[in-house]
């Protein structure tokens, strides 16, 4: 009988932590799919960067902020 409680426990345990960890995964690409990241010029230089505004799609070079548009 005890045996049936401890397996019960480790089963239910183990079901909980998998939503868990399901709802994480799905969290996760959620802000990873979401939509395209703008800074302005001075962002760009606090994080480091090089505004290349004069460039084809007016991207931040290097810093923080590397390969961001500029908006």
């Keep these: 009988m005890r045996i049936r409680r401890i397996l ?3 089963i239910a345990t183990a079901a909980l932590a998998g939503l868990g960890l399901t709802g994480a995964v799905t969290a996760t690409a959620a802000t990873a799919q979401g939509a395209p990241s703008y800074v302005t010029p001075s ?11 004069n460039e084809a ?15």
């Design 8 to 10: 019960a426990a480790v």
């Design 43 to 53: 962002q760009c230089k606090q994080g480091g960067g090089t505004p290349a505004i």
């Design 57 to 71: 799609g007016n991207y931040c070079k290097g810093g923080t902020y590397d390969g961001e548009q500029i908006d």
